[in-house]
């Protein structure tokens, strides 16, 4: 099971937000964070495998195009967590997961789905919101329900929309934790958005790395995250150095004159 993207076009009108994207074979087993500043297409990239908004191009997941499917065979394959937190409903955590589940396969054995339910809850630590309601919860604990309602369902294509940005340190560590811990063992491969390079480059297996003129780099964080990649994309200068603990960090020593 692998991934690839061929010559991918999105855009919203006449602006074309990603043009020609081209990503080498990423396989099962990986977990890859798509990195860069803000408007350089890292959601749009995601909405765009996932079917949320229309591309053109080949996404070829499994020895399938997914640009081919409808959205009820692309849903078997892939789950999407968006930005946007779960609606603060009176609906509790148990229910939510339960319902999305539910709409996805209508024939999903009950017994199967309550013992994956607890299963998810479990590997994010959440059991103790399962009976609560969503209003009554922080925005953090709404988006640790709405990667529960993505991973009830083991899709062997996981997009994630910054799943950590509404968490504190403890939360982001145990999700990406979590996220780890689910490619592995079921072997799926996930895409997580994200804006902390420092997370990104202690957990993931490969960058892909978006600036403002397009896609700077893919490969191992150790190789494409370098000086040139850090001023091209975020316009600063800086390096990546190892703690004391042996875990790569970013150091940035300033920002470098850009034009907005």
Sequence with gaps: MSLNIENLIVGYGARKVIANMNLPEIPSGSLVAVIGPNAVGKS???????GMVSCTGKVDFNQQDLTTLDHHQR????????????????????????????????????????????????????????????????GGQRQMVGLAQVLVRRPKLLLLDEPTSALDLHWQLNVLQAIR???????????????????????????????????????RPQDVLTPDALR?????????????????????????????
């Design 75 to 138: 849903v078997r394959h892939v789950g999407y967590l968006p930005q946007t937190l779960p609606q603060a409903t009176s609906l509790v955590a148990y229910e939510l997961v339960y319902s999305a589940c539910r709409a996805v396969s209508k024939h999903t054995n009950v017994e199967q789905l309550e013992l994956s339910i607890e299963r998810v809850f479990g590997l994010l630590g959440i059991e103790s919101l399962a009976l609560r309601k969503l209003a009554e919860m922080s």
């Design 44 to 50: 749009t990239l995601l909405k765009a495998i996932s």
């Design 181 to 219: 811990a689910e490619v592995s063992s079921e072997q799926a491969i996930a895409l997580v958005a994200s804006h902390d390079l420092n997370l990104s480059l202690r957990f993931c297996d490969f960058l892909i790395i978006l600036g403002p003129k397009g896609l700077l780099g893919v490969g």
């Design 232 to 260: 091209a994309a975020y316009g600063i200068e800086g390096r990546v150095e190892q703690c004391s603990k042996g875990y790569p960090v970013v150091l940035v020593d300033s920002a470098c004159e850009v034009t907005l």
